[in-house]
């Protein structure tokens, strides 16, 4: 599949308009928008995939998901321990305690 970067641009729109209302900046009291346009946008190209792969007769159901896992699991396992160490230092006790339940369940 070709970049495409007008696809890309919307991407990037979406998550500055969540970012912004999260930042509660006025005139981005749509924040959830940016959330579904970034699920519309992300099912395009997954869907795109697929049916590119069911098209060429090389699909492999398994394989689109280890390919999903390649991306995602490298940046998740990042995040949970950066967010461990934040934690360790910035959180009290039972904060912290609270934290890891939330990433064991976020990795399991």
Not at 7 to 15: C, D, E, G, K, T
Request: net charge positive.
């Amino acid at each position: 599949m070709q970049f495409r970067k007008n696809i890309n641009s919307l991407r990037a729109l979406a998550v500055i308009s969540v970012v912004l209302f999260h930042f509660k900046i006025g005139g981005f009291g749509g924040g959830f928008a940016g959330v579904d346009i970034f699920f519309v946008i992300s099912g395009f190209l997954m869907t795109g995939i697929i049916v590119n792969g069911l098209h060429n007769q090389n699909f492999s159901l398994l394989g689109f998901y280890a390919s999903r896992a390649r991306r995602i699991i490298p940046a998740l396992l990042t995040l949970c321990a950066a967010l461990l160490i934040f934690g360790f230092v910035y959180f009290s006790l039972d904060d912290y305690r609270e934290l890891i339940r939330a990433i064991k369940s976020s990795l399991l």
